[in-house]
């Protein structure tokens, strides 16, 4: 309290609290991934077989952006 610190959070399911909504929402933010309006930062990709390594990168902390397993 001496600092007025603030610890804030959400919960998206309470807002999207049909399947109906939740696939209009995926389908909105999707194609703004495709324009280019929202962008994703991959930091690192991995075979699915290095799922152990792709662990030990996130536990380094080293990653900005997203880890990827692709099969």
């Known amino acids: 309290m001496n600092r007025s ?5 959400g919960d998206i399911w309470n ?4 399947p109906e909504t939740r696939r209009a929402r995926a389908a909105e933010l999707f194609s703004w991934i495709e324009e ?3 962008a994703t930062r991959v930091s ?3 075979a699915l077989q290095g799922g152990a390594q792709a662990h030990r990168f996130l536990e380094s902390r080293a990653s900005i952006g997203k ?5």
């Open 44 to 46: 690192r990709v991995f």
């Open 67 to 71: 880890v990827l397993l692709i099969p």
């Open 5 to 9: 610190l603030t610890l804030t959070g």
């Open 36 to 38: 280019g309006v929202v």
């Open 15 to 18: 807002v999207l609290t049909t």
